[in-house]
Structure formats: structure tokens, C-alpha cells
Nanobody, 115 residues
Framework: QVQLVESGGGLVQPGGSLRLSCAASGIIFSRYAMGWYRQAPGNQRELVAAINSGGSIGYGDSVKGRFTISRDNAKNTVYLQMNSLKPEDTAVYYC?????????WGQGTQVTVSS
């Protein structure tokens, strides 16, 4: 059974930082492209950042220069370091694993940026 378990969300003040983690099980992690998506109330889910099995990385325009995605294949974990957080970053953040075999989602973790 595939599981993606996110952690690290919470409440942070504008300008602050958070680090999200997503621990995967039930998949051959190194073969999957991993991504972080987010969805704010009333909005569509959008791509935040992604890293493929070869280590190539892409970011959504709104987070470039502030967020960093990384992966540790030995720990089956993908991370999202979020710096200089803004109120508009408030959303539920979802972990995604994708390969030719299929696509899997985590349950999401809430990130709230507010003073």
C-alpha cells in the first residue's frame, strides 16, 4: 500500500520559514518524480515545486527564489524548504509521487502565514 505522509506545516508569521517533509512508503521512491502542490480555499490546486528521479527541479513562478525542493532517496523523503513566507502562501500543501506506473497523493498539511 502506497503512503505519502506530509509533516511540518503550521502557523508562521510573514517573513518566516517552514520545512515540509513527505515520507513515502510502498513505492520504489528513487524511480518517482516527487512534487509539492498547494490549494487555497476557492482556488485550484497548483504546482509549487517538483524534482524528478534524475534530480531536475522546477518551481512555480510565485515561489521561485524563496522555496527549495530536495529529496533523500535513502530516506524515501522529499522536502520543501519555504523561506520569506507571505500570507498568499497560505494553503494546504500536498505531496505527490508520479511515475509511469501511477500517481499518488498525500493527505495534505496546512500552512498558514499570518501575523
Amino acid at each position: 500500500q502506497v503512503q505519502l505522509v506530509e509533516s511540518g506545516g503550521g502557523l508562521v508569521q510573514p517573513g518566516g520559514s517552514l520545512r515540509l517533509s513527505c515520507a513515502a512508503s510502498g513505492i520504489i521512491f528513487s524511480r518517482y518524480a516527487m512534487g509539492w502542490y498547494r490549494q487555497a480555499p476557492g482556488n485550484q490546486r497548483e504546482l509549487v515545486a517538483a524534482i524528478n528521479s534524475g534530480g531536475s527541479i522546477g518551481y512555480g513562478d510565485s515561489v521561485k527564489g524563496r522555496f527549495t525542493i530536495s529529496r533523500d532517496n535513502a530516506k524515501n523523503t522529499v522536502y520543501l524548504q519555504m523561506n520569506s513566507l507571505k500570507p498568499e502562501d497560505t494553503a494546504v500543501y500536498y505531496c505527490n509521487a508520479e511515475s509511469y506506473v501511477g500517481t499518488h497523493w498525500g493527505q495534505g498539511t496546512q500552512v498558514t502565514v499570518s501575523s
